[in-house]
């Protein structure tokens, strides 16, 4: 059975960081794709960021480019999300998602792209 567990979420100020971390169980972790996702309250799910197979491939969507990473161990089976410079508009539930499919950037935006979804981690910045 496919599992994925988020991890690392909390409350934050304004200006601060948090890593969020991933870990895939019963999955061939370094034949998926990865992805972050998030929801804000009352908001539809967003596409944050992506990442290939060998992790040398990377997307982040506009609004977190230069302050949010995403990056994975295949040797632990870890995915993780580096965010720095937090801002009350990051407040949302993160998800991790894995694709079993060839990463192409532009399909790995739609949550469409992904087979498996783990349930969730709450980030709140407080301003």
């Known amino acids: 059975q496919v599992q994925l567990a988020e991890s690392g979420g909390g409350l934050v100020q304004a200006g601060g960081s948090l890593r969020l971390s991933c870990a895939g169980f019963?999955?061939?972790?370094?034949?998926?794709?990865m992805a972050w996702f998030r929801r804000a309250p009352g908001k539809e799910r967003d596409f944050v960021a992506s990442?290939?197979?060998?992790?040398?491939?990377?997307n982040h969507t506009d609004s977190v480019r230069g302050r949010f990473t995403i990056f994975r161990d295949n040797a632990d089976h870890t995915l993780y999300l580096q965010m720095n410079n937090l801002k009350p508009e990051d407040t949302a539930v993160y998800y991790c998602?894995?694709?079993?499919?060839?990463?192409?950037?532009?399909?790995?935006?739609?949550?469409?792209?992904?087979?498996?979804w783990g349930q969730g981690t709450q980030v709140t910045v407080s301003s």
């Open positions: 019963g999955l061939a972790f370094s034949k998926s794709a």
């Open positions: 990442i290939n197979q060998e992790g040398d491939s990377r």
């Open positions: 998602a894995a694709g079993e499919l060839n990463y192409r950037p532009e399909f790995m935006t739609q949550s469409t792209s992904y087979n498996y």
